[in-house]
């Protein structure tokens, strides 16, 4: 019995995933999707994923939380005053959401506490780890709305960037952020820089 309800919640979880990118996904396009996400581990009918999907739709509906980020919602949602500099900051380069913006107030005192990070995303940089971060966690939050659990089960990622510390094993999940990624955001960044410094500078002038 046990076994049967954990194969239903990967399945529900990777519905619900899909759902939040595209509402309209049919059935029979869900079906296929999950099964190549699971690489065909568990195979149901259409019929159950059209009835997972309906039984979905009601939570896939927009929260306030999924709106985008402003000074204003830092009143309704107590997000801490010492992480709105902070948000201030990477609002300029990257919108984000409220519910992104309470997991970075959440996960940036934990990152600043981690040499490790502190080592591998030196200045700026750990910023831009902390969104990238925060945006996992705030799907896994939203999921476990979808599928009406009481909280997000967030054991998974806890492990992987702060319980675990041992560097090879954060340098794996670097590999999906970076280099690319990694060099985006510095390029932005410099870019919010340069742009203030000459803003500063046309002031003196």
């Not at 709106?67 to 990257?94: F, N, Q, R, V």
Request: net charge positive.
């Amino acid at each position: 019995m046990r076994t049967r309800k954990k194969v239903a919640d990967v399945i529900e979880n990777q519905v619900a995933k899909l759902l939040l990118e595209n509402k309209k996904y049919t059935a029979k396009e869900l079906k296929h999707k999950v099964e190549k996400a699971i690489y065909g581990k568990y195979r149901f009918t259409e019929r159950t994923y059209s009835n997972i999907k309906k039984k979905m739709l009601q939570s896939l509906i927009d929260k306030p939380e999924d709106e985008l980020w402003s000074l204003g919602a830092c009143l309704k949602y107590h997000i801490p005053t010492d992480i709105i500099p902070l948000l201030m900051e990477w609002h300029d380069i990257e919108p984000f959401t409220v519910r992104i913006a309470r997991w970075a107030a959440i996960i940036h005192p934990i990152a600043t506490t981690k040499q490790t990070l502190q080592r591998m995303y030196p200045g700026n940089l750990l910023t831009a780890f902390v969104f990238h971060v925060a945006r996992q966690y705030a799907e896994r939050e939203r999921i476990a709305e979808i599928m009406k659990r009481p909280f997000p089960d967030t054991l998974e990622l806890d492990r992987l960037y702060f319980i675990i510390n041992e560097p090879h094993l954060i340098d794996g999940f670097v590999s999906t952020f970076f280099p690319d990624a990694k060099k985006d955001a510095e390029r932005a960044i410099d870019s919010i820089c340069i742009e203030r410094y000459s803003a500063i500078n046309r002031s003196i002038t």
